[in-house]
């Protein structure tokens, strides 16, 4: 499928390749159907040389690190913590069309919708 250029994005994470088939975002998009694709910064500006009119929204997770019910050792949790902050200091925001952080998920899945109802108008 690489080869045959069939991905709109992929990417090789441990010898393991993922990626968004072309096929899918075509066929959404001549029935005017939004999509949302998770991908990580390298996916992103694969989408964006592909499908330069695509809305690249950028959601980090809120800078404390909280997550839900811990299920393993404090020090696990707060590891886990500073490195959910670690990430988010090394993504470039600026090659992302929008940025939503430091909310709960209710509250980025609002301003994500927002974005997305604004984008369309």
């Known amino acids: 499928m690489i080869a045959r ?10 010898g393991n390749y993922y990626g968004t088939p072309s096929c899918c975002v075509e066929e959404a998009r001549e029935n005017g159907i939004d999509l949302l694709i998770r991908v990580d910064e390298r996916g992103t500006g694969q989408l964006k040389q592909r499908l330069p009119n695509a809305v690249s929204i950028l959601v980090l997770q809120p800078s404390s690190g909280k997550r839900g019910p811990s299920t393993g050792a404090v020090a ?30 209710e509250e980025n899945a609002n301003r994500v919708t927002a974005i997305i109802r604004s984008e369309r108008s």
């Open 5 to 14: 250029e069939e991905f709109l994005e992929y990417v090789q994470i441990l």
């Open 76 to 105: 696990t949790e707060l590891l886990l913590g500073q490195r959910l902050r670690d990430a988010n200091r090394m993504i470039d925001p600026g090659k992302f069309d929008h940025v939503v952080s430091d909310a709960t998920g």
